[in-house]
């Protein structure tokens, strides 16, 4: 009600609680500091009402769900800092609106999928962070375009393909981090490049090729602090970066001679992990004195090794012939349909896919997820599949290798329609990938989240996705022997084909349940899905999943993540949740249902409800939610209009023997 209000500082309390609607009233505020405190729920989408807002500060306390796409209202904003959180979902495009932002850091969340072009449209941006987080794909060029830009952090994500030549323009960034993602190619450095930068780290990534002589060769030039550690390099260490205050280049492949000097000018260096470097340092052997030994070696047995070459490779050629020959025989005979059988020849397989993949080239990833790449692949038969492929790190990772070998048994045991078909596998040569029909509509989670495929996602195909999601979890408990809990039941876990049908994926954390064990395990599930149970209980039921179900339920129905709708939830006496009407939570981008899909809406609202329930037990079996949508008996013909959320929570009570009361 302090609507002449200009600053609101509250950071550094012990505040709880969600983010009251209701601070949408104060139309005059220009500073609103929440930071550090313990304030939950998700960021209210009436947030965008708060257009005079210059400074925002968020950070350090327990958000979760998706940034809304209302923040692109906030047009005056110079100031977003959302960081340390637990806010998942994508970077919404809406961010690029923020034309007078300064500074930005949504770092150290939960955050997932590409970082949007239109970032490129800050241009008065000078601190730009997005670290720890599974953001992927590649970095836009637009960044290249934020010629105000000092600080860019965009370390600890799952970033993919080359670094681009975005410092072009970047003539004032003094501190650049893109450590730890996925990069490959070369280093692209030109000798103006990177005159003021001050600390560049590009360590734990795939990157390639030999150090740029440039890194240190300008005159005048301000790097005091160089990381390149954990890649790919090739090649000699250049004698100008003897002048780089601090430098990292361990675990690569260079070879040769160290340069003089270098241990003089460095206050701290570290070079271990490079087998075939030499000279007059610790761990390192010295060089040798003279060539003319290995002249005369090669000299003489040149010619000698050249006749035994030939014969070999004369050799090879020839069995070559009358393998390739056989080969073809057999991959012909397998080529026609091999993903629809599971004991084909390994290394047909392997070969089948380099070929569709070009070698997992770049081109062909669709998207990286926590423990692996996604890669589409069309098949010489015309058949188009999805791969998983392990990442090579987490190959060598014994926790990610056992979530990869459970994946695969769990969906070699259970059939359903509902559930991701899983064609096949293949472990190669150190390469591990699962095959999977395509899905071409990707996630739920995306196709919500955009504006036109939401729009296309009517509500009849949305109660259907809701339906198909319950069968399938009903099928997995109550089922299979024994009962199989998925534990991660997210919308960015069920995906969508061409039809907009849904389907449950990523069962690398999937658990068989024992009813001889305790089920216990460690924290595993996204953030805004976990039933609140398992905080202090650490036990894996089925009740779980069921307590998932019903936020994504939620979810289909709103457009969005109920973050804020659950808050209120756990605390239904709040005035807020107490005056909530079903038909103003659903998502406004669709036209009101009419009387028929409303009663489908309200049978699973009210299930949703139900699932949410705080006690697991008060919570209805899968079975019995998949027997409801079933059955043709249907809710009382009531406007959506008239059903409250209070009504709906006291009421959406399963009565075992005679289904759900409705209002």
């Not at 072009?168 to 960034?173: E, K, R, S, Y």
């Not at 070929?355 to 669709?366: L, M, P």
Request: proline share 5%; glycine share 8%.
């Amino acid at each position: 009600m302090l609507k002449n209000l200009a600053i609101l500082y509250l950071s550094w309390n012990m505040l709880v609680g969600p983010i009251p609607y209701t601070l949408s009233h104060l139309t005059n505020l220009k500073y609103l500091l929440l930071a550090q405190n313990k304030i939950n729920g998700s960021i209210p989408s009436e947030i965008g009402m708060l257009k005079n807002l210059t400074y925002l500060d968020l950070g350090s306390n327990m958000l979760v769900g998706p940034i809304p796409s209302t923040i692109g209202y906030l047009t005056n904003l110079e100031y977003l800092f959302i960081g340390q959180n637990k806010i998942n979902g994508s970077i919404p495009s809406e961010i690029g609106m923020l034309k007078n932002l300064t500074y930005l850091d949504l770092g150290s969340n939960m955050l997932v999928g590409p970082i949007p072009s239109t970032i490129g449209y800050l241009t008065n941006l000078q601190s730009l962070h997005l670290d720890q987080n599974k953001i992927n794909g590649f970095i836009p060029s637009e960044i290249g375009m934020l010629k105000n830009l000092t600080d860019l952090n965009l370390s600890s994500n799952m970033l993919v393909g080359p670094i681009p030549f975005i410092w072009d323009n970047l003539t004032n960034l003094e501190y650049l981090d893109l450590s730890v993602n996925y990069l490959i190619g070369s280093i692209p450095y030109h000798e103006d490049n990177l005159y003021w930068v001050k600390y560049v780290n590009l360590s734990h990534n795939f990157i390639r090729g030999e150090i740029p002589v440039a890194f240190g060769s300008v005159v005048g030039a301000h790097l005091s602090s160089l990381d390149l550690s954990y890649n790919k390099l090739t090649g000699h260490i250049p004698p100008s970066l003897i002048y780089i205050k601090e430098i990292d280049l361990s675990h690569n492949s260079l070879k040769g001679r160290i340069p003089d000097g270098f241990d003089r000018y460095h206050k701290s260096y570290t070079l271990t992990g490079n087998r075939d470097l030499c000279g007059q340092f610790k761990l390192f052997p010295p060089c040798p004195k003279s060539k003319k030994s290995i002249v005369t070696k090669i000299k003489f047995f040149a010619p000698i090794t050249t006749f035994l070459g030939f014969l070999v490779i004369g050799g090879i050629l020839l069995s070559r012939c009358v393998f390739k020959k056989n080969q073809f025989e057999l991959r012909e005979s397998k080529n026609g349909n091999i993903f629809s059988i599971w004991n084909y020849d390994g290394h047909i397989a392997y070969e089948d896919i380099i070929e569709a993949t070009e070698d997992f080239h770049i081109r062909y990833c669709i998207g990286t997820g926590g423990y692996g790449s996604v890669y589409k692949a069309e098949l010489p038969s015309g058949n188009v599949v999805a791969l998983k492929k392990l990442h090579q790190r987490e190959a060598e990772n014994p926790v990610f290798y056992r979530s990869f070998i459970n994946e695969v048994r769990v969906l070699t045991e259970i059939r359903h329609r509902n559930i991701m078909k899983l064609h096949g596998f293949c472990v190669h040569k150190g390469c591990r990938f699962l095959i999977y029909e395509y899905m071409e509509r990707g996630s739920l989670f995306c196709v919500l989240r955009n504006v036109d495929e939401a729009m296309e996602l009517d509500w009849s195909k949305r109660i259907n996705i809701i339906k198909g999601t319950a069968h399938a979890l009903s099928y997995m408990h109550h089922e299979c022997i024994p009962a199989i809990v998925h534990r991660d039941i997210s919308s960015n876990n069920i995906l969508l084909n061409s039809k907009f049908q849904g389907f449950i994926s990523d069962f690398g954390t999937a658990k068989l349940l024992d009813p001889d064990s305790s089920n216990q395990t460690l924290v595993i599930g996204t953030y805004g899905y976990i039933a609140p149970e398992f905080a202090y209980t650490m036990t894996v039921t089925e009740k779980c999943d069921i307590y998932s179900f019903g936020v994504v339920a939620l979810e289909v129905l709103m457009g969005r993540h109920p973050g804020e709708l659950l808050s209120s939830l756990s605390s239904s006496s709040s005035s807020s949740f107490q005056n909530m009407m079903l038909n103003g939570i659903l998502d406004r981008r669709l036209p009101l249902p009419n009387r028929l899909i409303g009663q489908d809406i309200l049978l699973v609202a009210t299930i949703a409800f139900a699932c949410l329930h705080t006690q697991p037990k008060s919570r209805p079996t899968m079975k019995c939610v998949s027997q409801e949508f079933l059955s043709r008996r249907k809710p009382n013909v009531i406007p959506l209009t008239t059903v409250s959320l209070m009504q709906l929570s006291k009421q959406a009570v399963y009565m075992e023997g005679s289904g759900f009361a409705y209002c």
